[in-house]
């Protein structure tokens, strides 16, 4: 199959009315947008609340006045330019600022503008700060998706950092295995690296972004199997937005259709409060309601995945919301003394973001940058 074409233009989306695309295009002028053929063929264009449609389509509701550019304060976590250590065994190596198509509810859309630079193309600073720092035995690569990089590009960072003995997993987070599956299973040069490099002591994981089932696709699941030929341990995360996968019955299908595929259920998100990101929003009350009701209809596969805010003092677990209280607990902490600390706040029926909690301030504070060179865009 040929690789699929790809749009950054709303003007040639012909499937949308012209006078709709000219609505968008002041939406594109402040978020990039980008998609490829394959994707747009995914969505039923004769449904206006089609999920796939709004994963990728811009909607008027992002030029709202919401949220923040970098809702979790990443510019703190940079070490060297384009490498972040905010936990102690984990480094994220910001390699890409592309991906095979820009989602409307991206966290880190800011790096899809033409005034930031925190994606590096020469990743040395990183990987001589990981070489140096024992403790990291993990890294994640992303961006952006670090599956859009060439594959020459992809075999010289996983030589580099598997020179590097204390680092004993790289993972890649990469929407590319639906967005785009053939760039996947037809290249034959980035599997054989993974099955190089994704040994028994020392895998490779790819961190897939899989929103809907409809996703999932003949082509995904192709991909994900030449993925775990390859070697390499494919695990889910997604958000719960509001209008796409914000119903039990969807949520359930995803957890089944990933389990029935190999691919751990791992993470669901609480969508972070970034700039152009209202319309996906939901009460935490009523994320938990549909997660609980969604893992009732799957098996004990699907019931694995962990249900967190990625907020800035740590990952946040929503252990349950009941009689308005939110019970919580660090599943990751930012602050070490702070790990599996156990929480129990108030939550009122609008709070969307765990600094919506009374009282949330006595377990964290805002964290100091930790070199001068980075910058907030906030």
């Known amino acids: 199959m040929a690789q699929p074409k790809y749009i950054t233009n709303i003007e040639k989306i012909t499937q949308i009315p012209k006078e709709e695309r000219e609505k968008l295009k002041e939406i594109t002028n402040k978020f990039a947008f980008r998609v490829n053929e394959y994707y747009l063929n995914l969505i039923n264009w004769d449904d206006p609340n089609d999920p796939i449609r709004k994963l990728v389509i811009p909607n008027e509701g992002e030029l709202n006045e919401y949220g923040r550019w970098d809702a979790s304060d990443e510019y703190t976590n940079y070490v060297v330019p384009g490498c972040q250590h905010k936990y102690k065994t984990t480094a994220l190596l910001i390699v890409s600022e592309v991906c095979g198509a820009y989602c409307r509810f991206c966290f880190r859309k800011r790096l899809f503008r033409s005034d930031v630079k925190e994606a590096m193309a020469d990743v040395t600073p990183g990987i001589e700060y990981i070489a140096q720092t024992p403790e990291i035995n993990n890294v994640l690569l992303t961006g952006g998706d670090s599956l859009i990089l060439a594959t020459k590009k992809i075999r010289y960072i996983v030589e580099k950092l598997r020179a590097i003995d204390h680092v004993k997993i790289i993972r890649f987070g990469s929407k590319l295995p639906v967005f785009n599956p053939m760039r996947i299973y037809e290249d034959q040069e980035l599997l054989d690296v993974f099955r190089q490099y994704s040994t028994p002591e020392k895998r490779i994981y790819v961190m897939a972004h899989v929103n809907h089932p409809r996703e999932i696709t003949e082509e995904a699941r ?38 029935w595929a190999g691919v751990t259920p791992y993470y669901f998100f609480v969508n972070r409060p970034v700039a152009g990101n209202s319309d996906f929003v939901l009460p935490l009350e009523e994320i938990y309601r549909i997660v609980e009701k969604a893992k009732a209809k799957t098996s004990g596969l699907g019931k694995r995945v962990r249900l967190v805010m990625s907020h800035t003092s740590g990952k946040i677990e929503i252990l349950a919301i009941e009689n308005g209280k939110a ?52």
């Not at 719960?240 to 389990?259: C, F, M, R, T």
């Not at 602050?335 to 009374?358: H, I």
Request: hydrophobic share 40%; aromatic share 10%; charged share 25%.
């Open 222 to 259: 192709k991909a994900f199997q030449a993925l775990h030929d390859a070697g390499v341990i494919v695990v889910n995360q997604t958000p719960i937005l509001k209008g796409i996968n914000d119903d039990p019955d969807v949520l359930a299908e995803l957890l089944d259709k990933l389990s």
């Open 327 to 378: 019970y919580l607990k660090y599943h990751q902490a930012r602050d070490e003394s702070q790990y599996g600390k156990f929480m129990v706040l108030d939550c009122p029926k609008d709070a969307t973001w765990f600094d919506d909690l009374p009282g949330n301030e006595q377990y964290w504070q805002k964290p100091v940058k930790k070199i001068k060179q980075a910058v907030s865009v906030n």
